[in-house]
């Protein structure tokens, strides 16, 4: 099982619990409320420990580098520079789009 999957089956494991805490309290009924809270902690423990374990770089979505658009964009700086554009100014251009593109994510 992926980390990504145990992350998600934790998650909802911890929101049920959280549901139940509130169920067994509306109710009045401590030995519910208590028995949901301690699954609830159980979750975050697990929760912690699988991000620990995987590192954060488990749960990021992989990177799909298009050589083809690259090549393009490579091209399109070139034409620029030719027309007159300043290499560097354009290449710091394309630097900052990169990363608002990134920030926005």
Same mark, same amino acid.
């Given at each position: 099982?992926?980390?990504?999957?145990?992350?998600?089956?934790?998650?909802?494991?911890?929101?049920?619990?959280?549901?139940?805490?509130?169920?067994?309290?509306?109710? *009045?009924?401590?030995?519910?409320?208590?028995?949901?809270?301690?699954?609830?902690?159980?979750?975050?423990?697990?929760?912690?420990?699988?991000?620990?374990?995987?590192?954060?770089?488990?749960?990021?979505?992989?990177?799909?580098?298009?050589? @083809?658009?690259?090549?393009?964009?490579?091209?399109?700086?070139? @034409?620029?520079?030719?027309?007159?554009? *300043?290499?560097?100014?354009?290449? *710091?251009?394309?630097?900052?789009?990169?990363?608002?593109?990134?920030?926005?994510?």
């Amino acid at each position: 099982m992926s980390p990504r999957a145990i992350r998600r089956l934790v998650l909802t494991v911890f929101a049920c619990g959280i549901v139940g805490m509130i169920v067994g309290s509306i109710a *009045d009924n401590n030995g519910t409320a208590i028995s949901f809270g301690l699954l609830t902690a159980v979750a975050a423990l697990g929760l912690i420990l699988v991000t620990s374990v995987a590192g954060a770089g488990a749960f990021e979505r992989p990177v799909h580098f298009d050589e @083809q658009a690259a090549a393009n964009l490579e091209a399109s700086i070139e @034409q620029l520079v030719a027309g007159g554009a *300043d290499e560097v100014a354009v290449r *710091d251009l394309v630097r900052d789009a990169v990363r608002l593109g990134r920030a926005g994510r």
